[in-house]
């Protein structure tokens, strides 16, 4: 199974290029190309997920940003679609399953650097990801939702059989 595409894979940022070069160029009123614009952001590796940023890194190639451009930007999600559309590629072409269903406990880890407990409250098949309750978190998210975290990153919880007194 291939590992699955992150937001920055090339492959991710071309096709989010791709989705926001025509924007860019209806912007330029048609002065350049679209495969320049293209190769232009390609050139930019952090895609910043504000119009502001991201028309500054425009400027840095000798673009002229305005506010028009910076609102068209600030609301592209250009790169948010590229990758949802890699992610569902990527779910589709290895098989992608969920292991577990919406009520098992579960374990997961993350940026905090230790293992949590917590409850499948739904999935998302598309994407690959539970929505997971913490255990520690029930009251926050008692109307609903929960953190999304890819299946790859949520475990059945292990629970421990009970000792037999001899």
């Known amino acids: 199974m291939s590992p699955r595409p992150k937001e920055l894979d090339e492959s991710v940022c071309r096709r ?13 009123d048609g002065k350049d190309d679209l495969e320049g614009i293209v190769a232009d952001l390609m050139r930019i590796r952090s895609w910043p997920n504000d119009g ?7 400027e840095r190639l000798h673009y002229e940003p305005d506010a028009v451009l910076v ?28 292991a577990l269903a ?4 579960c374990t997961f880890t993350g940026f905090w650097r230790g293992t949590k407990s917590g ?16 255990d520690d978190e029930r009251e926050k998210f008692a109307g609903g939702g929960g953190w999304v975290l890819p299946y790859e990153g949520v475990q059945p919880e292990q629970r421990a059989e009970p000792e037999i007194a001899q």
């Open 102 to 105: 919406t009520g098992d406990r």
């Open 16 to 28: 989010a290029a791709e989705i926001l070069a025509p924007h860019i160029h209806e912007w330029l």
């Open 71 to 98: 609102e068209l930007l600030d609301g592209s999600c250009a790169m948010r679609k590229a990758h949802e559309e890699a992610v569902r590629a990527w779910v589709i072409a290895n098989g992608i399953t969920p």
């Open 52 to 58: 502001y940023s991201f028309a500054k890194e425009l």
């Open 119 to 134: 409850v499948v409250s739904g999935i998302l098949a598309e994407r690959g990801v539970y929505t997971v309750i913490p």
